[in-house]
């Protein structure tokens, strides 16, 4: 699977449901998304997982081929002053369960493919 980031980025705005993460909301669909989309996205594209401290909780992302992603940013109403801080998986799994995890997997290869 290729990675282009901005087909990437539209299959998961199609894909984000409450499924997914508890405070998705029509009106903001990235809400709640950040830990089990970088698990997604790492787990299909590699690279990296980095995190910044906000102080609602810790904001997951990636990092692939040396360049940030965040999918998610647009959760926020500011804009994000990035640390990018090494994260492990196991600190990523911490906010997001396996169903979630399988439900996003699903929901984004269908997309994808559209």
Same mark, same amino acid.
């Given at each position: 699977m290729s990675f282009d980031p901005d087909e990437v980025q539209s299959a998961l705005r199609k894909a984000w449901s409450l499924a997914t993460a508890s405070q998705w909301t029509?009106?903001?669909p990235a809400a709640g998304q950040c830990n089990v989309t970088s698990l997604l996205i790492h787990e299909l594209f590699g690279g990296e997982l980095? !995190?910044?401290p906000l102080?609602? =909780?810790d904001h997951f992302y990636n990092r692939i =081929? =040396?360049?940030r992603y965040d999918f998610t940013a647009s959760q926020f109403d500011q804009p994000i002053a990035y640390r990018d801080l090494p994260a492990s998986r196991a600190d990523v799994e911490l906010g997001a369960?396996?169903?979630e995890l399988a439900e996003l997997r699903e929901a984004f290869?269908? !997309?994808?493919t559209k």
């Open positions: 029509a009106s903001n980095l !995190r910044t102080p609602a =909780g =081929g =040396g360049r369960t396996s169903d290869q269908e !997309r994808r």
